[in-house]
């Protein structure tokens, strides 16, 4: 991203929202952005914010490009880190490749540990596929035990309707699995500082609270992405899909995107419930998911998955209660 698009993103976004701002910045690998970039994205937060804002920035990484000036200036302005490992050695180098075409595993935990060392807060965000969703607990006890992580969170590959063959797609039955072999090791850790973010929001929706994440919560109006040449779509996960680009930074003022009339017409669409949702009890904790992990007929393809792990930790926290 230049800098001329960097400036007018950051201005015009601060000039139409207040309270508390969040800027995650990722990729691809957004530390390829060198150290000036990072540099400059504080310096107009600075220059273009006032008293009324409280802006977070989050950085969501491979890791393997981390080294002590990029944890010092992480300290220095206050950024938390994500780290993209899918599990131990192991499991991770199955998918995750350096430039060399071999294993990121060592560089990656190596940025963790510089992480570490500099105190700088740092998550986990692991992706689940086919080939390691059948690893749960041997990867989460790596994460808590080994790495002594606090933080951690899962983002389900699904490769979407027009490619269901796909033999990396998690598959339902799988992720019912997961989520309940995750719940057990969450409750065996039993620390009040040990978060995995999925539990947290389906804990969320049985306790009647609203959850953090837009596929619980039912609120895509609160981001979008802005990709590096300043088109503005959806969410990442939409990233170049020209049906919902909502328009061009480099050639529109923010306001004007973010008002575009297919904006508000996606917004619709991500509201939807299907019919079964309305006899569901969880309708009011699941909001019929992310509409990229929806089917044809508008229905989550993790429906069932869902229900039964509301039930399930609604009957193992039952038990503390």
């Known amino acids: 991203m230049s800098f001329c698009i960097l400036e007018k993103f950051i201005k015009e976004y601060l000039e139409l929202f207040d309270g508390n701002l969040r800027f995650t910045w990722h990729g691809g690998e957004p530390l ?23 802006i977070l920035n989050t950085v969501q990484t491979n890791g393997t490009l981390i080294n002590k000036r990029w944890a010092l200036l992480f300290k220095r302005y206050g950024f938390k880190i994500g780290v993209s490992l ?14 060399a075409n071999k294993g990121s595993f060592q560089q990656a935990i190596r940025g963790i540990r510089i992480l570490q060392e500099y105190k700088v807060p740092v998550s986990i965000l692991s992706t689940l596929t086919s080939r390691t969703i059948g690893h749960t607990k041997e990867n989460l006890s790596f994460f808590a035990d080994t790495l002594g992580i606090k933080n951690i969170g899962t983002s389900i590959f699904y490769s979407g309707e027009s490619d269901r063959s796909n ?6 039955e799988e992720l019912t699995t997961h989520m309940k072999k995750t ?16 539990i947290e929001n389906y804990l969320a929706g049985i306790i009647g609270k609203e959850a953090s994440l837009c596929q619980f919560n039912g609120w895509c109006t609160s981001f979008f992405c802005v990709n590096h040449d300043g088109k503005i779509y959806p969410c990442d996960r939409f990233s170049g899909q020209e049906d919902l680009l909502f328009g061009d930074l480099s050639a529109q003022p923010l306001i004007k ?17 299907h019919r079964d949702c309305l006899e569901c009890e ?3 904790s699941c909001h019929n998911d992310c509409v990229s992990l929806r089917n044809k007929n508008g229905k989550s393809i993790f429906c069932q998955t869902r229900k039964q792990t509301f039930k399930y930790l609604r009957s193992k926290i039952g038990k503390y209660t």
């Open 257 to 273: 995107i973010l008002n575009n009339p297919k904006r508000l017409e996606y917004f619709d669409k991500t509201s939807f419930l």
């Open 167 to 172: 033999p990396l797609n998690v598959q339902p």
């Open 86 to 99: 899918d599990g131990n050695e192991k499991n991770h180098n199955l998918l995750r490749k350096n430039k």
């Open 32 to 54: 390829l952005a060198g150290y000036d970039f990072f540099e400059k994205v504080v310096a107009f937060q600075e220059k273009y914010s006032h008293k009324s804002h409280k």
């Open 183 to 198: 719940i057990d090791f969450w409750l065996e850790q039993n620390k009040s500082d040990f978060r995995v973010r999925e």
């Open 282 to 284: 969880w309708v009011n």
